[in-house]
């Protein structure tokens, strides 16, 4: 028997849709690519993404295809998110820090046949295009002021080819479990993976996410998503936003810290997220000029582990740092650093030891650690196990896999490493592939290193591990010193010492001038491990 | 093309699933029927529940039977939704408060072949039985030792029945549209007619109504519903105090203002949620004894229109309330009251002129005033208009009627007249059968009501339009004073006069010893219509 209740898709037009008509003039600020800031609201924007939207289908666009976005957090990447998905497309952002080669062969997997880009890319997609026979048209995200004259096929300016719309529209119907956004995965363990999102699960997720314990987004507050919208969703906060009618401040182009400092204070930002990188130099940015974060009361971090001293550097300007835990292949929120009961009543210490954890779930995710038996393993906050997850915004395979790519029992394997406590907070300690084997015992580089990143002369660390004659694997510690500053290995392994089992001390240090890295920023392990693996002298 | 995310139907059980995992031991505490207070947590909760399902089974309960409920919040009631539901089955919530017939007509409707039911409503039960042919056995919701002797057919105590089960069980599978709930309607406007929940709309309207502007809820909460869950689910607070992790306090059968406030502050209640009449009740009490509101935080009012006094009362105290509308039609919760930036400056008055409206939806549910005609009205806050609903947790028709009840553009009418601001505050002004209509233009009686109700000497106000020779109808006030308290009739329109037009004016004022009142109690408006119509001579 069915319950008789309104049929409902869950698509993603509602987001917008809700936006518009019940927080119809709440603003939505950019930075644009041209300079200057650019001021709407969510009325606009659902407006111009269903002109968007009526444009695409008139471009030939049906339900399913793909189309490309390779731009920054403007405005306009949110019409054409809406616009896609209103016209049964597929939004599929593109990283622009990939290797050119990557880019091409990544939209030559997703068969894109648009591409919307931003002025800053346009030399980029002039040197691919030749190797890109998917692709029919491409749309430069500016007016036509600022139109250059180049020589990708079909080239067009986006406000005069959405003028060609005139908005007498309705989204495309379609399912709830329709193909809605293609994200590849940051390539750091390999070649990057298509994860294609549902108009169901990207809703579940702005819904399930925006929870009170999780983003707690209110429609007082101006959330700007530092993440970019390419990079796993941007964390889904576009649209998290307009679900809760939160205002949005995006960045544009400009990622360094005086640049978003200058954001945060000039739009008094509530609620920002982004990589820890970002925030390091924001950071450095603030000590450097002694400037403060005005408004801002919530930041949430993840993409790889927020070492301490960030989460403290936040705290100590009344700002909470949310650490948060996640991949493309999980919408992206996995966990983030909520405050259950039973940790409420910590003191500063406590707080800051609880937010090095990378928390527990939002409802629609669950999560557990088994070992390499396939066996769950306990609660302790101390028995390492591999993440896997399960849930409704949770991936089951990748486009164009041959088959799913879950256990027997339904769980993505996260190629992570954690412990889970008995509060239920979850810590990540490594990828499965990053984890140090010492004489059977598992050693976590991730604690080592952010242990490491906290001595004051002591700019980036990473741990990796090397072959060893006795122990198979043991620890070997790689650092970058800051500027102007002169590493002295001991202090940094007796600044680590009282913190770890002594067997978990790496052997050796090694300074070095630079570490290599992803195109997300995240540290290229693979690299240093090939790099290092005979330091011990074993061949 | 569909998206390649994980199959995860919206089914009761995640919720506490979620909980039992996530949650586990966050206390669920209750005042027993028996008596004394009972402690336990959403991991007991969740394996008592997965045996009661288990045991229904055994029962012969097939996916889509109906079973009844006629009990207090309690753990066992708790337990017995999730256990319903994990067989597959349908909990059918009754009002012990409606007339014995109404009861019986509603079981009959149903069909329900089980009750469960607390020992304060054994003889009730006993004297219905034998006009329920349906009902195959009664689960009397106590242990053996507060077992009473009873004739209802193959009657057990909950807990012996319970123990026949071992819990080596997996929730009954199913869709996610599959009925999950059955409530009745209130009967203020005529019989009551049976709402049936879906699992995903009871889910979707647990996640959206606990959003940071909506509920708000975080797991440091402990949230209170004297609500009862008969009453539009209560509300579904068990449901999204369990997605949130926040402790639940259940208050049992005792919701007399002196019972609710040992609760709340015995148990440290941060969040509660009732209809005014129980809080004038405690605000009562509160003034009698000079008693505190101890940890609470935030008070959900709704059913009827909240009282400017009972919202300055409770902001005197610290406490916010948050004025919410709903009907059991949609899950319940339609808007409510939350803080908009347009609205976010308001000093002490403009707050509570805020909270005198009903608030703006959830993410899920969209609302429109229309004319008679059908046209939709203007959102400026004067304009009347029928008040209609749409989303994933508005109901599109009655259990057993031939049709769906929706305009042919799939809105939901509620029966509800409102005014809509230019920020999309909506705000209640009658009934569609309440209103009166003065020379052609509509005046609203819950207004008028609720100035009544702020002057000293008011216990209680009702307005009803009586037939009026020249303008059709206008407005007559029926006042109950306050015990001990004399009503000088002029006192109560000057008191009213300086906040509403001239012709809105009652033309006169009867006092009466008391107003008649529904099972749930509201106003019995239908009764004082009738009674009062020739009052003004027109027969
Ligand atoms: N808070 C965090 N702490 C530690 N690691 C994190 C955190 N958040 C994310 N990560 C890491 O980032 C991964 C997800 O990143 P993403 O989906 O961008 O691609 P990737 O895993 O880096 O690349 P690829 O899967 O292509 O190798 C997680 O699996 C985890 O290893
Ligand atoms: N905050 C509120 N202010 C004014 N009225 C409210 C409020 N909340 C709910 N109501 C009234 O309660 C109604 C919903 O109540 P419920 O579903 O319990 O049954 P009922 O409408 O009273 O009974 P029936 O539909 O059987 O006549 C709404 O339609 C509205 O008239
Ligand atoms: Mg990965
Ligand atoms: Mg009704």
Redesign the interface.
Known sequence: ????????P?RIH??I??AA??????AVVSRSVEGPFHRTDYRTIRARSLRLAQRLVREGVV??DRVATLAWNTWRHIEAWYGITGAGG?YHTLNPRLFPDQIAWILNHAESRLMFLDLTFVGLAEKLFPSLPHVKRFILLTDAAHMPATALPGAVDYESWLDEADGDFDWVAG?E????GLCYTSGTTGEPKG???????NV?HA??S????MF?????DKVMPVVPMFHANGWCLPFSAA???A?LVMPGPKLDGASIHEVITQEGVTFTAAVPTVWLSLLQHLEATGAGLGALQRVIIGGSACPRAITKAFADRGVKVMHAWGMTET?PIGTIC?????V?DRDAEGMLDLQETQG??P??V?MRIVGDDGLEKPWDGETFGNLQV??????????KAPRDS?TDD?W?ETGDVATIDAN?YMRITDRTKDVIKSGGEWISSIELENLAVGHPDVAEAAVVAARHPKWDERPLLILVPKAGRVIEKQSVLDHIAPHVAKWWMPDDVVVVAEIPHTATGKILKTKLREQFAGHFGVG
């Open positions: 028997m069915l319950g008789l209740m309104q049929d409902w869950l509602r987001l849709d809700h008509r019940h927080h119809g003039g709440q339900p399913g597929v399912e479990n329709d193909a809605a994860v294609l999102y549902s108009h169901r699960s579940l819904m399930a925006t929870a009170a314990d707690g987004l209110r429609s007082v679900l809760t009618g205002g919408s909520g405050i259950k009961p039973a409420a527990f779930p409802f629609t669950d399960k849930g409704a915004t949770v991936t089951k395979g990748y486009f879950l339904g993505f239920g």
